[in-house]
């Protein structure tokens, strides 16, 4: 089953010219509890080909929301750059299986 299967939305959105963060939005307490410890730093880390150290995940248990932090391979806005807004980096999230 994907993550976006299990949650309410998964977005993600430009934070500033070297990271991007993606934020889902469980929905409940109880999609949040099942969720959370499912889908680890490793998992996103393997999926955006980025040193897991570099990660950055925070958990917001009272909005049932986790937020996960990833540096841009490239600077927002540079020739190589394929999403300035940094919208697009949501789906390959949204499709993991955990």
Not at 1 to 29: E, H, Y
Not at 75 to 83: C, F, P, S
Not at 91 to 96: G, K, N, Q, R
Request: charged share 20%.
């Amino acid at each position: 089953m994907t993550l976006a299967d299990q949650v309410l939305k998964v977005r993600s959105k430009n934070a500033g010219p070297f990271w991007v963060t993606i934020d889902i939005f469980c929905g409940s307490a109880e999609v949040f509890a099942r969720v959370a410890p499912r889908l680890t730093v490793e998992t996103v880390a393997r999926l955006y080909a980025t040193p897991v150290q570099l990660v950055k995940r925070f958990d917001i248990p009272e909005l049932a929301v986790i937020k996960v932090s990833i540096p841009r391979p490239v600077v927002q806005g540079a020739a190589e750059d394929r999403d300035m807004h940094g919208a697009q980096w949501a789906h390959l999230l949204a499709e993991a299986e955990i």
